[in-house]
């Protein structure tokens, strides 16, 4: 259950369209709209200081297991020297994937969410407080695992990432629209793993692109580096860009 967004039940097998009519009434849905709107104010706010910062905020979200902590890891380890790069780690326990990220050289702090299953805005604005990133960093945020709620929950980024791995199901992008509808960029991660599994690569980019034509992707290993230079490449091209703190 996540003490935060009251989504617990938006869990479970049956997913959100079989929901009990009990637990969707208008009460639920008015305070829903009230934490998501408070969220989204302080969404802003985190934006306009990451850009009075120089600070190119990146959000990756993904099923827990896909690979985002390797994959920063080596991001980070192959920006050395050219980007200064910092870290905001999510997970309901444990401080493993900030030790992680700190072995890189690296500034990152852990937020534990307890509960609660997914980042908010608020908890940004404290860490950020906490991890004073350099100004011009590129800031990566890991959120919790999970591809439901934190599609919901506007930070502040500057661009949302979402990590599949063909570990996973080829068909994750419609049974998670909300998540590839809202995304920036699709990283299809582990592929040096396609020739042991009955993953269908062009399968997954046709539902993700039914529900997102416009998102680009990227297919990648982040353990063997193929396909690497074009995420490092689109990193360069984000923290150059004007940021137009579109939101979502
Ligand atoms: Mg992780
Ligand atoms: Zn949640």
């Not at 906490?130 to 591809?147: C, D, K, T, Y």
């Not at 661009?159 to 920036?184: C, I, N, Q, W």
Request: proline share 6%; aromatic share 4%; with cysteine.
């Amino acid at each position: 259950m996540c003490g935060t967004c009251n989504c617990d039940h938006h869990h479970g097998e049956t997913g959100p369209a079989a929901l009990p009519l009990e637990t969707t009434g208008p009460r639920t849905i008015r305070l829903e709209q009230a934490i998501l709107g408070r969220n989204d104010a302080l969404a802003a706010q985190n934006r306009a200081a990451f850009d009075a910062q120089g600070l190119l905020a990146l959000n990756l979200l993904s099923s827990p297991g896909s690979g985002k902590t390797t994959l920063l890891c080596e991001t980070i380890r192959a920006l050395a020297g050219r980007l200064p790069t910092a870290v905001i780690e999510g997970d309901q326990e444990t401080s493993f994937d900030a030790d992680r990220i700190r072995e890189t050289g690296a500034p990152a702090v852990q937020i534990n969410t307890g509960k609660g299953c997914h980042l908010d805005a608020a908890m940004i604005a404290d860490a950020v407080g906490q991890l004073a990133p350099v100004r011009g960093s590129v800031l990566f945020i890991e959120n919790v695992g999970n591809l439901v709620c934190p599609a919901a929950f506007d930070l502040g980024e500057a661009a949302r990432v979402v990590v599949l791995s063909v570990t996973e199901g080829d068909d994750k992008p419609l049974k998670y629209p909300d998540m590839f509808a809202h995304a920036d960029l699709m990283i299809l991660n582990k592929i040096d793993l396609l020739p042991y599994l009955r993953f269908d690569v062009a399968r997954c980019l046709e539902m993700a692109r039914r529900v997102n034509p416009a998102l680009p992707c990227l297919q990648l290993s982040a353990t063997t580096g193929e396909g690497f230079d074009a995420w490092l490449d689109w990193i360069a091209h984000q923290y150059t860009a004007p940021r137009c703190g579109a939101g979502h």
